[in-house]
């Protein structure tokens, strides 16, 4: 089977053009068209990309006593939220699971330079995890907008809408 190395989308051997995205196939003669295209990028090992806590008054408030126990992280494979002053309890979600994410922001939350941050996933425990009140919320949200990139681009992941 061939594939095509701009979209990914298998084609019949011989064809000149692919047939989801036009593009040539010319240099399918090569037996590295066999498989399916590296794009050039590596899962490799995993990599710290952004971690922050809630940073509301209350959560500041917390914090200066050490009670602000809820850590957000995100890698360049999971996200994690992590929460518990003696028990902890941890939420996982894949990148490659996560379909989309929105930015909320009150009034309040403008002047403060928080946001709320929530990411939908096809995760069976949690479609929906939240980063409450977290500082630049923009830039995270970006941070975390490349990192699902990368890593789906990496394992060859790309959704397409048939109409």
């Known amino acids: 089977m061939a594939y095509c190395t701009t979209c990914g989308a298998e084609y019949k051997q011989g064809a000149k053009f692919c047939g989801e995205c036009g593009a040539s196939t ?3 003669g090569s037996p590295a068209t066999a498989r399916r295209p590296a794009s050039g990028h590596s899962s490799g090992p995993e ?3 952004w971690q922050g806590k809630p940073a509301g008054i209350s ?3 917390k ?3 050490g009670l602000n126990t809820t850590k957000y992280t995100i890698t360049s494979q999971r996200i994690m939220v992590k929460s518990g002053l003696i028990g902890k309890d941890v939420e996982e979600i894949e990148l490659l699971r996560v379909n989309d994410f929105s930015v909320t922001q009150s009034v ?6 928080i946001g709320t941050l929530i990411i939908l ?7 929906q995890l939240p980063f409450y009140r977290i500082r630049k919320v923009q830039s995270v949200k970006d941070i975390l907008r490349q990192a699902v990139r990368d890593e ?3 394992n060859n992941i790309s959704y397409r809408e048939h109409i």
């Open 63 to 65: 914090g200066l006593i």
């Open 108 to 113: 309040m939350q403008r002047m403060l330079g």
């Open 121 to 127: 996933s096809d995760d069976a425990s949690s479609p």
């Open 47 to 49: 990599q710290e990309l």
């Open 26 to 28: 010319e240099e399918a």
């Open 152 to 154: 789906k681009i990496a």
């Open 59 to 61: 959560d500041r408030l």
